[in-house]
């Protein structure tokens, strides 16, 4: 499955942004999904999963916990993360990963786990 992910740019600390991922496969419904993000000179991070199925839950780091939202469209086989109160220290090239799961198992929260990766979209929130 190839994953495609836009939405990034540039925003001033307290903005809003919206992160895409669309899918090619039609199968996307029997993915498991998650945004990762790497700022420079660090290490890529988990920031959120959505699962399979609502009986999996989403799932966030502590980081970003109560400021984004990560939801799917089947139907559109899209992914998004909805980036709120954003910090500079939100900056970062974020990346959409995809595994397929059975229906009741919770999305991953290791990088390991993932599958397939979009090429990533640049992030820059200024203070």
């Known amino acids: 499955v190839q994953l495609q992910a836009s939405g990034g740019g540039l925003v001033q600390a307290g903005d809003s942004l919206r992160l895409s991922c669309a899918a090619s496969r039609r199968t996307f419904s029997e993915y498991a999904m998650a945004w990762f993000r790497q700022a420079p000179g660090k290490e890529r991070e988990f920031v959120a999963a959505v699962s399979r199925s609502v009986r999996g839950g989403n799932h966030y780091a502590e980081s970003v916990k109560g400021r984004f939202i990560i939801s799917r469209e089947n139907a559109k086989n899209t992914v998004y993360l909805q980036m709120n109160s954003l910090k500079p220290e939100d900056t970062a090239v974020y990346y959409c990963?995809?595994?397929?799961?059975?229906?009741?198992?919770?999305?991953?929260?290791?990088?390991?786990?993932?599958?397939?990766w979009g090429q990533g979209t640049q992030v820059t929130v200024s203070s």
């Open positions: 990963a995809g595994v397929r799961t059975i229906v009741t198992v919770p999305a991953p929260r290791d990088e390991h786990d993932y599958d397939y």
